[in-house]
C-alpha cells in the first residue's frame, strides 16, 4: 500500500537480461523485478559476471530485453524515442572514449546535444546548465583541459558532470570507481550521495565498494549468486540475509553487527 | 601553368570576361585550365570529407576512403564498365560511357565494398581488424579487375589503365556539371549531420544516450561517402592519399574534433592540397604532365609515415 505514495520513476516487471543469439538466447540474469524511487541512491550490487552492466545497459535501453519489460514513468522503455529518453535518463559508462582532441568544456557540452538544433548552437541556457554541472563536479580547473590528459578519477567527475548537463530525472552509472584509488573512490561516492540530496535526481550506480555502498546508498538491488534478486535499503536487505548470498564464504562473509563485509581468519 | 605560358593580366582579362589578345589562350583558359582547377577544388576537398567521414564513423584515424577499399570498389564499378563490356556483349554498352553512366558504376562499386565492409566491422568491433578487412576488400576487387582484363581486349585495358592513372583534365563543362551536383549533394548532407559526427567522438553508445538514431546516421554518413568517393573515381581516377592525410592536417593546423569548424577546414585544405599537386604534376613550362595519383601518393605516404611515428598525437 505504501507504493501509493511513492513516485516511482523506474520499474521492471519479469525482466531477464542477456544477449540475443541465434539458436539461443543467452540470459545472464532472470525475474527481475525492483523499482527505484524518485530521488533515491541506488546501488546495484553483485559479484563479477552477474550480470550488473548487462542489466544497466538493458534499463538505459542500450540493448534489449530478453523477455519482460522495463517502464520509465509509467511508460514501456521500448515506446520512448532515443531523443525522448536522452532527455529522461542519462549515462556513465566504462568503456574508453575514442581518443579525439575534445576539450572537457566540449565533451560537457555533447551532453547538451538533446536540446540543441540541427547544427548544434549552444543557447545561453546550455551554457549556463553546462557551467552548473561543472560547477557541482568541481572542475572548472579543467574545463580547458583536452580530456585524454586526465587522470582516472579526473576523468570520471567530467563524465559525471557530461550526464549532469543533460539534465535527466535519472543518471545511471556503470562502476564509476573502477579504476580508483580509495580516495578518488569516496569522493565519486560523496559526490553523487551530494548530487541526490541537492538536485533530487535518481542515481543508479553498479559497483564492487559494497561496504562504502552499504554506508551511502539509499537502496539496493542485489543480484545473488542463486539467482535471487532482492531490492530494497540496507536494513530490508540485511534482514532478509541478501548481503550473504553475494559471495561464497570461504573468504569473506558479512558481519550484521557491523554492517560490514570481514575477511574470514585465514 | 602548363606547356602554354599566359600573362596573369591576359588571364584575368578572359576570367572577367573581357577578350584576349589572342583567342587560343582564351580557349586554353575557359575550357582546360579553368574545368580542371574547378575539378582539383571538387576532389581535393570531397575526397578530404569522405576521409574525415570514416575516420569519425570508425573511430579509427587510419581510416580513409582508399586504406577502406572504398575507392577499389568505386574501381571495380568503372572496370566492369569498361572492361566488362567486352564479356557482356552490348548491354553495357548502350549505358555505354556516358558520364551518368559512369557516375553510377563507380559509387556502386563503392557503396557496395563500403556496406561490406560495415558490416563485417559490426562483427569485429576490432579496429586493427577493420583495417585489414578494408584492405583484404581493396585486392579481392584488384584480383577481379585482373580477371576481367585477361578477358579484355588490350584497347580496352589501355582506356581503363589511363583511367586509373587519375586525371583531373579531360573534364568537358558538361560532365564538371554533372560532377558539381552529385558533389553537391553530398556536401550539402555532410552538414545536415555535423551534430551525429560529434556524439560519435564519444563512442556509438553514448551517441545513442544523446538522442542521435545511430543507424540512421551510419547509413547517411554510407551514402555520402560512397556517392562523393563515387562520383570522384567515375570523374578523375582512383585518387590515393588524400582522404586519408588531408584531415589529420586539418586536425593538426586547428586542434580540434568539432566537426563544425573541422569539416570546412578539411574541404578547403584538401582543395588547396589538390591544387598544389596539380601543379607540381603540370610541370610549370615543360611539355609533359605527370598522373595526378603518382604525386598525391608521392606526398601523401611520407605525410603517413610521419603521423605513425608520431602516433601520440594522431586522433579521430
Known sequence: MSNFKKHIVLKTENLSVGYQQKKQ??????????????GKFVALLGKNGVGKSTLLRTLSKVQKPISGSVYINKKKLSTYTNQE?????????????????????????LGR??????????????????????????????KDRRFYELSDGQLQRVLIARALAQDTEIIILDEPTAHLDIHHTFKVFSLLKNLVETTGKTIVISTHEVNLAIQLADEFILLSDDDTVYNGTSEELINQ???????????ISFNKNLQQFIINKI | MGSVTIPIKEILNILSGCIASKESWETIILNYRLPKALTAVLVGSGLSISGLLMQTLFRNPLAGPFVLGISSGASLGVALLILGSGLFGGVFLSVGFSNWGLAIAASLG???????????????????????IGLMFGSLT????????????????????????????????NELSVFSII??????????????????????????????NIKRSRNIILLITSLLTGVITAFAGPIAFIGLAVPHIAKL??????????????AIIGAIVLLICDLIAQLPTSEFTLPINAITSLFGAPIVIWLLVRKKKIYV
Open chain 1, 25 to 38: 538466447d543467452k540470459v545472464v540474469a532472470k525475474n527481475i523485478n525492483v523499482s527505484i524511487e524518485k
Open chain 2, 183 to 212: 558533389y553537391a549533394l553530398g556536401i550539402i548532407g555532410t552538414f545536415l549531420i555535423i551534430k551525429p559526427l560529434n556524439s560519435f567522438l564519444l563512442g556509438e553508445n553514448y551517441a545513442k544516450s544523446l538522442g542521435i
Open chain 1, 85 to 109: 529518453l536522452a532527455t529522461l535518463l542519462s549515462l556513465v559508462l566504462t568503456e574508453r572514449l575514442p581518443v579525439s582532441q575534445l576539450t572537457v568544456f566540449e565533451l560537457i557540452a
Open chain 1, 241 to 251: 540475509d541478501a548481503f550473504s548470498t553475494l559471495f561464497p564464504k570461504e573468504l
Open chain 1, 113 to 142: 546535444q538533446p536540446y540543441t538544433n540541427w547544427i548544434d548552437t549552444l543557447s545561453e541556457k546550455d551554457i549556463e546548465k553546462i557551467h552548473w554541472a561543472i560547477q557541482l563536479t568541481e572542475i572548472e580547473h579543467l
Open chain 2, 253 to 266: 593546423v586547428f586542434t580540434t574534433s568539432n566537426h563544425k569548424i573541422l569539416l570546412p577546414a578539411t
Open chain 2, 110 to 132: 563503392a557503396f557496395l565494398v563500403l556496406s561490406a565492409v560495415i558490416i563485417t566491422a559490426n562483427r569485429v568491433r576490432d579496429t586493427m581488424s577493420i583495417l585489414i
Open chain 2, 142 to 173: 584488384s584480383s577481379v579487375i585482373s580477371v576481367l582484363s585477361y578477358f579484355s581486349s588490350s584497347e580496352q585495358i589501355k582506356q581503363y589503365v589511363f583511367w586509373s592513372f587519375g586525371s583531373l583534365g579531360n573534364l568537358s563543362w
